[in-house]
């Protein structure tokens, strides 16, 4: 398909390009052409009359467990310790992998109305996750989370060939669950592999102060002094959450090139604290934002966490702290560094076609004055016209093409949960 | 108009009747009906098929300055003060009322699309508001914003008589702009007027913790504890933003009967703080939501606001904190009562029909474990398919019927900005 957006504004964040008007033609997978006027590419198996609108990166949605939709709202309210082991445990110890193939399939239908194009996701069954993945076309960056109730170094090894191979829209990144969760010798095995792989590690990372304190209990180091201290993070990688960082941590991270994903609403509902992402940034530490799943969230919004990541720096830091555009950065670009998908971060010739089309002609975005900072203070999945992935348009004014029916997946998801114990 | 809705869920906020299915009648500008079957009813002159989506009565936005649109992401990132000084103060002294008028408009097509059917809005120009807002058919409570730089308690007393008869969609609430604004002769000739008419009195109050202490400075006393001392309270009203609030003041408040208006997303943006709303709640102090202007937001959307005010509470008390039912009774109750409308509050045959059709058919409302939890946790403007203000349909399927077109107020706010020095 060689498809032509005219009649656009484009954001392509690709560090040289500013805000303007013109056309972007789409080949294939990969972004053709980006210019004033594009005419000299026809013939277009379609063309798309922006009306104005805006072309901009998807989002990447740095952390989630996908297949925890199941759990949307069912148990709320509730401190983490019951809510875990009263209500997500015994559940999720009745997932099938058919389960987790619907369940994902219904977090992607969301990820596409938000705009999301990229999920780096954590769960069981990846095998299911990266069929549901495929088969609606959606990229995704699977992360091992071998602990100690499951998952070995030399699974994760095999994982890695396999994912790694096996789909242009699937990467795997190596990972565990959690430092509490994971004892020794596993995380010694974990950082053998990484060593000989030469590749980064991910890992849920300092999200409450009782999983540090643990940390130093058992071990007299807070958890990324820990998992440093065992080489883990010596080729990179990141953490989840990251909302209990000391100085100390902060200069390991730097040092090792690591990325922190925050994911603000989870950390707000879950009572975990705030993450320091001004502090990461004043250290060049790159963030990036994820949603988690929805057990915890409850959606899946990226326009949320990026009204959160500001709003949360404002509120500690002062009006002036975290603005539009690196929100921005983070949203479109971090996350795809993460996820090991270093061509869909921005728009340009040759870049994976990974875009969406933002509404300008709705009443939130309006007067113009910013684009940039009406994204991010003012923008909802109400913005979103259209999701493009490698090319293919999932997303259109209300409509999935992801090649199943939305409502088989919803009658499918209350089936699963309804059917639990 | 006589119109039927069927196959519908209806949350009637009613405080006795449960989530249920069924449908509802509006005949004029009220509910006629609410049963299991309405067809005895017939005739209708439409009949709208729900779809087993979601009637719940319209949210109501407590404090906005809606004539605020044009200042939308215009001046973002700076600190209150210069925020205030360098572009808020010299942009306003350039509005009109006929400015004013479309500005307003704007902000109702914006609340049209999160579900909102009233606003409180304190703002300039309130003959252009109550035009805006009859001429759109959008509920509005207009509130005096007297203070040292315009407006005296004999305007006060005029406007009070002249908007609380001017139109069914309209009331009046006494009120100035701020103690930090107001000087003791005018706050002493408001309170006079409170004492004669025996109105409850509205006002930005303990916004800033530099507020609060700019007043003791002057009067030895907090800002609620000095006004009340003047017996501005003395028939009850409330505050906006109640931010930094002492115990003292909160007993104030309990025994004066006034509501909390808090505006999390402003608060946060502009780093404010984070208003103590569990501690309200604990003393039976009501609770209401406002999103502010679109200066400070920038976004009027209810959805956002709601999910802030249960996640700052739950950061700061626990994962248990004011939970969605809670938030639910805010949003769609509570502002009501603050702004002297008692009988759109909820849905029951002779209250107004102002209610709203939440699409629940969507991934972020999948699967139905807990319709409340959904809609306040997950719920976003995409959400809203329907937004109905005393029987008339303002808003559907992206559609307005407000009797002006809004590409028009789009080009006309455009022009109105670009215009200003």
Same mark, same amino acid.
């Given at each position: ?18 805000? $303007? ?8 997978? #990969? ?40 759990? !949307? ?24 992998? +058919?389960?987790?193939?619907?369940? #994902? ?8 109305? &938000?705009?999301? #194009? ?6 069981? $069954?990846? +095998? ?11 990229? @995704? ?14 699974? @994760? ?13 699937? $990467? ?13 010798? *596993?995380? !010694? ?6 060593? &000989? ?10 999200? #409450? ?14 958890? =990324? ?7 883990? /993070? ?14 100390? +941590? ?17 950390? *707000? ?10 502090? /990461?940034?004043?250290?060049? =530490? ?20 990026? /009204? ?17 555009? +690196? ?13 090991? /998908? ?32 009406? =994204?991010?203070?003012?923008? &909802? ?5 259209? @999701? ?8 259109? !004014?209300?409509?999935?093409? =992801? ?14 949960? !309804?059917?639990?114990?």
């Amino acid at each position: 398909m060689k498809i032509r957006f005219f009649n656009a504004r484009i954001l392509p964040l690709d560090d040289k390009t500013p805000l $303007s008007i013109g056309e972007l033609v789409v080949d294939g997978s #990969t972004i053709l052409a980006m210019q004033s006027d594009c005419a000299q590419f026809s013939p277009f198996d379609r063309e798309i009359d922006c009306g104005g609108n805006l072309l901009l990166p998807g989002f990447k949605n740095a952390h989630t467990h996908s297949g925890m939709t199941f759990l !949307r709202s069912l148990a709320d309210d509730l401190p983490l310790q019951r809510w875990l082991t009263e209500q997500v445990f015994p559940k999720e110890a009745q997932l099938t992998p +058919e389960s987790v193939y619907v369940l #994902t399939k219904l977090a992607i239908l969301e990820y596409l109305t &938000s705009g999301i #194009t990229l999920m780096f996701d954590m769960y069981f $069954s990846r +095998e299911s996750i990266a069929s549901a993945a495929i088969d609606t076309g959606f990229r @995704t960056a699977l992360v091992g989370c071998a602990n100690d109730f499951g998952g070995t170094a030399a699974e @994760t090894a095999d994982e890695y060939a396999r994912y790694s191979a096996l789909h242009p829209l699937i $990467s795997y990144q190596l990972g565990f669950h959690a430092e509490y969760t994971t004892s020794y010798p *596993l995380l !010694r095995d974990l950082s053998d592999l990484a060593h &000989s792989l030469k590749q980064p590690f991910y890992t849920h990372l300092n999200e #409450t102060q009782a999983e540090v304190d643990s940390c130093v209990a058992h071990s007299g180091m807070r958890t =990324i002094e820990y998992l440093d201290s065992l080489g883990l /993070f010596d080729f990179g990688g990141g953490g989840y959450h990251c909302v209990h960082v000391s100085e100390h +941590e902060m200069e390991i991270m730097q040092a090792r090139g690591m990325t922190a994903v925050t994911c603000p609403a989870s950390n *707000l509902k879950l009572a975990s604290g705030i993450a320091p992402v001004y502090e /990461f940034l004043e250290r060049g =530490i790159p963030v990036a934002i994820g949603t988690d799943g929805a057990a915890s969230n409850n959606c899946l919004d990226m326009f949320r966490e990026m /009204f959160l990541v500001t709003g949360l720096q404002k509120y500690r830091h002062g009006a002036g702290a975290v603005d539009a555009n +690196e929100v921005l950065r983070m949203a479109c670009r971090n996350g795809a560094y993460a996820c090991g /998908f270093r061509d869909c971060d921005c728009l340009a010739p040759g870049k994976q076609a990974d875009l969406i089309l933002i509404d300008l002609n709705q009443p939130n975005m309006q007067p113009l004055n910013n684009i940039e900072k009406n =994204i991010v203070y003012s923008g &909802s999945k109400q913005n979103v016209c259209l @999701t493009m992935i490698a090319g293919r348009v999932l997303y259109e !004014r209300g409509e999935f093409f =992801i090649g199943d029916d939305p409502e088989r997946i919803y009658a499918e998801s209350a089936r699963i949960i !309804r059917s639990m114990k």
